[in-house]
C-alpha cells in the first residue's frame, strides 16, 4: 500500500467504526489489505475441478444470474431456500455485496475479492449467524480461520470491543470468536466452492461434507 492508500484505510476503517452498516467502506479495506492474499488464493486453492470452472466461467451472485425466486421455491431443507431466506428475513439484497472492485488491477484478483463478498451471506446461512454486529464479528472469525484475511482481523478487533465489549457480551468474546475461530479453521475451503451447483442439496449434506459446524447461540 502507498501512502494515500493508507490515509484511505484509515478513513475507512473510521467510518465502519462510527457506522457498522458502511458495508462499501469494509469493501475498501478489504480491497487494500487483501490484494497480495487474494493473489496467494488463486494459486493454491482452486487446483480441483470445481475450483478451476469457478476461476474459468466467473458466475456472479446477482439477479442477473440468480433466479432468487426460484430458490424462494426450493424445498425449506435446501442450501437455496437457506441462503434466500436469509436474505429475505433480514431485508437484504445481493446487489449491496455485488460492486466492482476499485483497488485491484488483475482481473482474477478482482473476481475472487467479488466473489468472497459475494457469498458472504452464502456463509451466514452455512454457520446460522444472523446480522448482528456482535454476529458479524463471529462471521469475521469464522472467515479468518478460513483465509487469514486482515480485513476480518481488523472487524474482530475494532468490532468485538464496540459490538461485545461495549455491550458487555462477555461470553460472546470470551468463547464465541474462539469457537467459530476453530469452526473455520476445521472446515473445508469454502472459497472455491461454486454454491450455484448446490442450491438443491440440503444443507445439513452441504455443513457435513464441507466440516462447518455451527456456533452455539451467543
Not at 457469498?119 to 448482528?132: E, S
Request: hydrophobic share 40%; aromatic share 8%.
Amino acid at each position: 500500500m502507498n501512502f494515500v492508500e493508507t490515509l484511505r484505510l484509515g478513513e475507512a476503517v473510521t467510518r465502519v467504526l462510527l457506522d457498522s452498516e458502511q458495508t462499501s467502506e469494509i469493501h475498501v479495506a478489504e480491497e487494500l489489505t487483501g490484494r497480495a492474499a487474494f493473489a496467494r488464493f488463486r494459486e493454491t486453492l482452486f487446483d480441483d475441478e470445481e475450483g478451476r470452472a469457478l476461476l474459468a466461467e466467473r458466475p456472479e451472485l446477482c439477479s442477473e444470474q440468480v433466479d432468487f425466486d426460484a430458490l424462494r421455491r426450493l424445498p425449506p431443507e435446501t442450501l437455496g431456500h437457506h441462503y434466500v431466506a436469509h436474505l429475505d428475513r433480514h431485508g437484504l439484497s445481493a446487489e449491496s455485496q455485488a460492486t466492482s472492485t476499485r483497488y485491484v488491477e488483475d482481473e482474477e484478483v478482482a473476481y475472487l475479492m467479488r466473489r468472497f463478498r459475494q457469498t458472504h451471506d452464502v456463509w451466514h446461512a452455512l454457520t446460522g449467524l444472523g446480522i448482528a454486529g456482535h454476529e458479524e464479528v463471529l462471521l469475521h472469525a469464522f472467515s479468518y480461520g478460513q483465509l487469514q484475511l486482515p480485513v476480518s482481523a481488523l472487524i474482530m478487533l475494532f468490532g468485538g470491543v464496540k459490538h461485545m465489549v461495549f455491550e458487555a457480551r462477555w461470553e460472546t468474546l470470551r468463547s464465541g470468536v474462539l469457537e467459530t475461530w476453530r469452526s473455520g479453521r476445521a472446515a473445508a475451503p469454502l472459497l472455491p466452492v461454486y454454491w450455484e451447483r448446490h442450491w438443491p442439496e440440503s444443507m445439513q449434506s452441504i455443513r457435513e461434507r464441507l466440516d462447518v459446524s455451527q456456533p452455539a447461540p451467543s
